[in-house]
Structures are given as C-alpha cells and as structure tokens.
C-alpha cells in the first residue's frame, strides 16, 4: 500500500510557477514509478509527466514548463510548474503503480487527493 498527499496548490497569475509537492508514504516508494495527472472542469482526467524505466514522459502541452523531481531521503516527489497559463487551471494528483504501464493507460493503483491550481489571465 502506497499512501500520496499532494500540496502546494493555489492562485498565480498567468506567467507564473507553482511547485506542487507529493508526500509518499507506506511500501517503499523507490519501488514505484509515478506519475502526475491533472483535471480540468468539463474535461477528462489527463496525464502530464509519466515516469518509466526509460525515462520521463512530458505531454506536449508541458513539456518545456513543467519538471519532476524527487526527494528521496523525504520520500518526496515535486512538479516544478513555470510559465503557468490559464489552460493549466486543474486539479492535479500525483499516482504511483509498480507497473509503468498503469500509469500510461491512467489507471494507477494509488492516488492522491489532489490539490487545485488556478491560472489567472
């Protein structure tokens, strides 16, 4: 069993960063690859950064913005979000399955709760 709690979240203007953290608790969480998810109002669930055994996968609409790293003595997980424009506004989770593929298909095993972000214009 894997526990995440994402924070971070809140109001920036267009323009701005945000970094989002994801605590990760319970199994060993260097055995998991993860994953960050967002959802806007009206819109389906969609994966931004995907982590695998051969590297990280950006989706288009972040790549070049958006970074991942991790903490691995805080069993922590952070997305570094700049240049934030309106059409980032979602709520974002972070996920983590053993299986790689989970994650690509948008079906982890484990979630967080999520935490919002609002883009001003």
């Known amino acids: 069993q894997v526990q995440l709690v994402e924070s971070g979240g809140g109001s920036v203007q267009a323009g701005g960063s945000l970094r989002l953290s994801c605590a990760v608790s319970?199994?060993?969480?260097?055995?998991?690859?993860m994953g960050w998810f967002r959802q806007a109002p009206g819109k389906e669930r969609e994966a931004v950064i995907i982590t695998g055994s051969t590297g990280t996968w950006y989706s288009d609409s972040v790549n070049g913005r958006y970074t991942v790293s991790q903490d691995s003595a805080k069993n922590m997980w952070y997305l570094q979000m700049n240049s934030l424009e309106p059409e980032d506004t979602a709520m974002y989770y972070c996920a983590a399955d053993d299986i790689s593929a989970n994650l690509i298909i948008g079906r982890p095993k484990y979630w967080g709760q999520g935490t919002q972000v609002t883009v001003s214009s």
């Open positions: 319970g199994d060993t969480y260097n055995s998991y690859y």
